[in-house]
């Protein structure tokens, strides 16, 4: 499975969102989205769900975070995905990807992992949200230096991370 490179388009999708509605990249025309490949129960994603929920706080109106969840994995049903949203206050959609088609497209490999789109939706970052799921007060701000950089008209600085957390949970 490839992966996108820096600059590559990232590809067009809909899905639907645990609140009803279908959402798709193109609802974002001219704002830089940050697609999360994300799930209900890796505790990486655990760890960095709040950070990435304040993220799209504090950029609403700016640009926008995607989470999408393609994991076959007990603990990520559509059911699973809007108690999760429910108790944890999502502001960001939280999207259901059953066929796998847009992680596969994508070349998502780990939850969470950051796939930083700029206006044009083209790839500016690729990696982790920040540089320590332990710890926010000293970690480096990957993804804010990231959307910082792209909403400036400029590349991020650090463009690529290594993504840490769990498998992406395949279909057999």
């Known amino acids: 499975m490839a992966r996108l490179a820096l600059g590559d388009p990232g590809p067009t999708f809909s899905l639907p969102g645990v609140d009803g509605r279908e959402h798709a990249l193109a609802d974002h025309a001219g704002t830089p989205v940050a697609v999360v490949f994300s799930c209900c ?4 994603v655990v760890a960095w769900e709040d950070r990435l929920n304040a993220i799209a706080r504090d950029y609403a109106g700016r640009a926008a975070l995607l989470a999408v969840n393609a994991n076959h994995h007990i603990g ?11 108790e944890k206050g999502f502001v960001f959609p939280f999207l259901r990807d059953e066929s796998q088609d847009v992680a596969a497209a994508y070349g998502a490999q ?3 992992e950051v796939f ?12 982790a949200p920040d540089s320590d799921y332990t710890d926010e007060t000293g970690a480096e701000p990957w993804l804010r230096r990231a959307l910082d950089a792209v909403l400036a008209g400029e590349s991020p600085r650090v463009a690529e991370t290594p993504p840490v957390g769990c498998t992406v949970k395949w279909a057999a």
């Open 110 to 112: 780990r939850t969470p």
């Open 41 to 44: 129960h890796c505790p990486y």
């Open 116 to 127: 930083l789109l700029d206006a044009e939706h083209r790839l500016a970052y690729h990696g």
């Open 76 to 86: 990520d049903t559509f059911e699973h995905m809007q108690e999760r949203a429910v």
